[in-house]
């Protein structure tokens, strides 16, 4: 059967319904008598039956306009339900995607943890722009501290006062040389092995030197370098190319080219940096910030 009839035809019979009266009906709904009449009649006929037995005196329901009422109401019902659901969802919608959340992260921290977080959160079905400050590590605690970000990604933050910090996973340095390099024919490399080396370090004054500093302060002779460089970006190039070894994080080597650059891990002592989430204690985040930061639950016990 086809469905000619609308909301408005059922929303008019069963006004006609429950008040009893054409006329009644069409004051209710701000409509004419006759507007009542055309309506009705467009919903028999669609339906192929009586609905109301009419006389000059009174009006009566038939047996198939009492059967239909229940479900004429129904379908108004849902319908109703139907468009504030609707409408919600757009509303959210347009509200996440309206929404912007700032994340201060070290620069390694943007491929090896926040693809995966942003992947997780477009799944969920959140829209939120994103904005990355890809900084130095005390420069993340800095942009989470002032509230220029809503969150961090860092190795640094864990004893600052008023930051809550949550470990993610351990990065430990390693060399990062050339496949031709000698030193690639070694599981581990010694700090020792490295004299001979030109080696490619962190900026002094970075957290990747405060880390390397730290570690050999206590069990190793100042290191000789040859390259003193600020990004872990640069430091990689220099292995590439051959003309030197790097000492930089894992989590900086991309790994879908192992063929371009080998790593070893560095021993004697090791070296490892804590990566963390941090954030302010007592902060409340937007509800799209706060599903994101959750996600890093997600990644942990990854």
């Not at 959140?126 to 890809?134: G, H, K, N, Q, V």
């Not at 302060?217 to 100042?222: D, I, N, Q, T, Y």
């Amino acid at each position: 059967m086809r469905i000619n009839f609308d909301f408005t035809d059922l929303s008019t019979f069963l006004a006609v319904a429950e008040l009893g009266s054409f006329q009644r009906a069409a004051e209710s709904l701000h409509l004419s008598q006759s507007a009542v009449t055309r309506r009705i009649q467009k919903l028999e006929d669609s339906l192929g039956v009586t609905l109301f037995e009419r006389t000059t005196r009174s009006l009566k329901l038939t047996l198939a306009a009492r059967l239909f009422q229940g479900r004429a109401k129904a379908i108004l019902d849902n319908a109703e339900e139907a468009i504030i659901a609707v409408g919600d969802d757009v509303a959210q919608f347009e509200y996440h995607r309206n929404t912007v959340i700032t994340i201060a992260t070290i620069q390694t921290a943007t491929h090896a943890v926040l693809p995966k977080m942003i992947k997780l959160f477009r799944y969920a079905g959140y829209t939120s722009r994103i904005r990355i400050l890809d900084l130095f590590a005390n420069d993340v605690v800095d942009a989470v501290s002032q509230g220029d970000a809503d969150f961090g990604i860092s190795f640094m933050g864990a004893q600052e006062p008023g930051l809550e910090f949550q470990h993610l996973q351990d990065d430990h340095f390693v060399v990062a040389m050339h496949p031709e390099n000698p030193l690639s024919q070694h599981t581990e490399i010694n700090w020792s092995d490295l004299q001979d080396q030109s080696v490619a370090i962190p900026w002094k004054g970075t957290g990747n030197r405060m880390l390397i500093d730290n570690a050999l302060s206590h069990s190793h002779a100042p290191l000789e370098w040859a390259y003193q460089v600020r990004h872990s970006a640069t430091l990689l190039g220099l292995a590439e190319s051959g003309v030197g070894v790097a000492i930089l994080p894992f989590s900086a080597i991309p790994q879908y080219s192992p063929a371009r650059v080998i790593a070893r891990p560095l021993v004697g002592p090791a070296v490892t940096r804590v990566i963390g989430s941090v954030r302010r204690s007592g902060h409340t985040l937007t509800s799209a910030a706060e599903a994101f930061y959750k996600l890093f639950d997600k990644i942990r016990t990854d």
